[in-house]
């Protein structure tokens, strides 16, 4: 199993488990899991340690040293000076925004969007602060539609969705089954969304089991969908 060699490269780089998680873009219970050799390392964090620099040969085999060159150690504080700012889409990939990558500035909205109890939508006001995202992810969609929000709540988590982080959004985009804000009875909230044909109905659906799905008929006036979310970024450490 690999969960000691994760120890190895993480007390390389001299980094505690929560910070090494949040470098990787996973939380610490996560990244435990793998250390531990609870779980096993997926191919797509396989990929990252490999851009890092680490040999994953050794990684998987123990056979070999750890790394390939020098790089190694040179990525260190490049990565921990950009793990604020990795960008989350809700397919589950993830990438650290780098200075070399076309970037589009998203406007942050006053509004906070709720993963629980909401609050009513206000119309187009803004904090006068923007969110960097890679260009590449938004490009299909009109620049003026895109808007970014504050999180409050914990109801998913289950898709790496936490209080306070910042999601971003393409407003009046509905593209079947995703994760939305929208707004339901009054209250301004992200979920995912399922949406039945047969029914004609809209699924809510929250990513913590604490939570219960909620299934409104698809003309209800209560139920406003503002737009698809397109990602996030971690705004603090969990």
């Known amino acids: 199993m690999s969960g000691s060699r994760l120890k190895l490269i993480r007390q390389e780089k001299k980094m505690s488990q929560r910070d090494f998680g949040q470098l990787l873009g996973i ?10 050799d609870k779980a096993s390392v997926p191919d797509d964090l396989k990929r990252k340690f490999a851009q890092m620099g680490v040999n994953l040969h050794w990684l998987i ?79 299909r969609y009109p620049k003026d539609k895109l808007c970014a929000a504050e999180v409050r709540g914990d109801s998913m988590t289950g898709i790496m969705l936490f209080d306070s982080d910042i999601v971003v959004f393409v407003r009046d985009v509905v593209e079947g089954d995703g994760v939305y804000v929208l707004a339901l009875r009054e209250e301004v909230l992200v979920k995912r969304l399922s949406f039945n044909a047969f029914s004609e109905t809209v699924s809510v659906i929250s990513e913590n089991e604490k939570y219960k799905e909620i299934e409104v008929p698809r003309g209800n006036e209560s139920l406003r969908i503002l737009g698809k979310v397109v990602g996030w970024v971690h705004h603090h450490p969990y």
């Open 27 to 36: 939380a610490q219970t996560t990244y435990a899991n793998y250390e531990n």
């Open 61 to 139: 085999t123990g056979e070999g040293s750890m790394t390939l060159d020098e790089s190694f150690g040179k990525q260190n504080e490049s990565l921990i000076a950009e793990k604020s700012t990795t960008f989350i889409t809700p397919k589950g990939k993830s990438e650290i925004i780098r200075a070399i990558d076309g970037i589009y500035s998203v406007p942050i909205l006053a509004q906070k969007v709720s993963a629980g109890n909401g609050q009513g939508w206000i119309d187009a006001e803004y904090t006068g602060e923007s969110i960097p995202i890679l260009e590449r992810f938004v490009r």
